[in-house]
């Protein structure tokens, strides 16, 4: 009798830790596009998720001792802007002419400070150039020039351009300017060839952003976001990673998003304020609102992409309209979930 009481309680224990709200989350998303299982390899397939994996429990050992929401998304999107995988950092894609312009954007839910920057050339991790426009300037957004002087004022980690050079991003602007009848521009100086990732990479379309969003241990959430933009891209083009409300935001009130896909699209529809505004005005659940304008909103304007969010109380949700978006979450007394093609969970 004794035993089975023991038994009842322990069960009725596990059962309400299980259902409790996690004090800390972690979601993080390495872009949506066409990806699906007859197009990678197992070799390309690991490799994803190997580096979705290391990412994400990186941020989530930050969030387990305690660490705020903003350190954990810096730190988690540091190895995802050193990886060649992706479309930040080191394997962002190139522009018309053959450079590499890089945006990203952080926003703090406390506070509802954010930083951004757009069309940055130098910085080896722009997502901490970000940080530092939203801790060290008077401003939110700096662009080109003016935002690499920052950086180097600021003594973030400079790289000569050739440094964020792979040669699977060179093929796409090679095929892209074939496409589009415009000129294959000249490979840059100090390009390396070939990368690790070489082989191991798939094209996944035009995308290949990441962005990260968190909850930490004192009820803060932030978001980030860090991209190449899109393959070809002219004229200084901006899309809505850095644009706070588009692609990056954060509120304390509602939730935390980070979109990922064509970003003209997420910059008409605001669609990470838009999230956050059904949630915290109409009460909807963070599912629920991030479904409404992706598959809803999103998809009859034409767009394509997806995003990841977390909330206050801990709920947790991503929503791509796509075929695949590499992503993965994590929370206290949650494992590690790590998802690719859409009939994964
Ligand atoms: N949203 C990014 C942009 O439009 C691209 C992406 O997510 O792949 O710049």
Redesign the pocket.
Known sequence: MRVLTLALAMTALMTSQALAAPKWAIVVHG???VIERSQLTPEQEAAYRAAMTRATEAGAKVLEAGGGAMDAIEATIHLLEDDPLF?AGRGAVFTAEGRNEL?AAMMDGRTLKAGAVAGVTRTRHPISLARAVMEKSPHVMLIGAGADAFSKAEGLEQVDPGYFFTERRWKSLENFARANNLPVPARPAGAKTPDSAEGLAHDEG????VGVVALDSQGNVAAGTS????TG?RWGR????PIIGA?TYASNASCAVS??????Y?IRLTVARDICALVELKGLSLQAAADEVVQKKLTALGGD?GVIAVAPDGQIAWSYNTSGMYRASMAEGRPLSVGIYKDEP
Not at 238 to 241: A, E, H, M, N, Y
Not at 259 to 264: I, R
Request: hydrophobic share 20%; proline share 0%.
């Open positions: 872009g949506a596009g479309n945006d035009k995308h290949g952003t991209t190449g933009g899109v891209k901006v899309g809505d990673s692609g979109a990922t896909g064509t970003g003209e997420f992409g």
